[in-house]
């Protein structure tokens, strides 16, 4: 029985990252839990962004884009799917996010100085997004708040006088749909080889042959 051969021992295993051998499934099925993981497991990313004001140089769309491929940190087991396009939010299938950031000159800074010394809030990155709850949702989730993943992801850069504010919606999706729902950067997997000696060698002729 399948069940009863197959094991999984991990390797190495981090808030990021796991890596794991599957022993005793041929590589059909390690590449089918490989596209799985990629297409099939959900996760919640922004889908709709509103905006407010954009006076920076990057058009909205693009910058739509850069926004919905933030990978937001919230557990979707925890939100229903919207079944159409024309259903509801809500605090049970919508995470609702802000962003506003406004860049200002610094005032006396030389015109020499650094761009960290002459301009406030001249990059944009993912920690300015403001999660905001909606019904229940402080409740549920005030011991782990929902937010980006990283708080160091660059999503752009003003000058003096130029301004983001935009409000989002993130919805639950999977990979299939759009890459900006894969949990995963990557997955990938490689054969594990079991290799056999011939007698005749030295264990330490064996070792050094395995080594190779």
């Known amino acids: 029985v399948l069940r009863e051969r197959v094991h999984v021992d991990v390797i190495e295993r981090s808030e990021e990252e796991i890596v794991f051998d599957l022993v005793g499934v041929d590589a059909p099925i390690a590449n089918a ?27 909205d769309e693009v910058l739509a ?17 919207k079944t159409s396009s024309e259903e509801e939010d809500s605090p049970l299938n919508t995470i609702s996010l802000r ?6 000159a610094t005032p006396n800074a030389p015109d020499d100085a650094p761009k960290e010394q002459k301009y406030r809030n001249y990059k944009v990155y993912s920690g ?16 782990n708040p929902i937010r980006p993943v990283f708080d160091d992801v660059l999503v752009a850069e003003l000058r003096p006088g130029q301004r983001i504010e935009c409000e989002m919606t993130a919805i639950r999706g999977i990979g299939k749909t759009h890459a900006k ?3 995963v950067a990557t997955a990938s997997y490689r054969l ?13 002729q064996q070792r050094e042959l395995i080594e190779r």
């Open 33 to 59: 839990l490989r596209r799985i993981m990629i297409a099939e497991v959900p996760s919640m990313a922004i889908e709709v962004v509103r905006f407010v004001d954009n006076s920076s140089v990057i058009p």
């Open 65 to 81: 884009h850069r926004l919905g491929l933030i990978p937001i940190r919230a557990d979707p087991r925890l939100f229903s799917s």
């Open 99 to 104: 962003l506003c950031v406004e860049c200002t």
């Open 128 to 143: 300015d997004i403001e999660w905001i709850p909606l019904g229940d949702q402080a409740e549920r989730f005030g011991s």
């Open 181 to 183: 729902f894969s949990p």
């Open 192 to 204: 594990l080889p079991h290799i056999t000696v011939a007698s005749g060698l030295s264990d330490a």
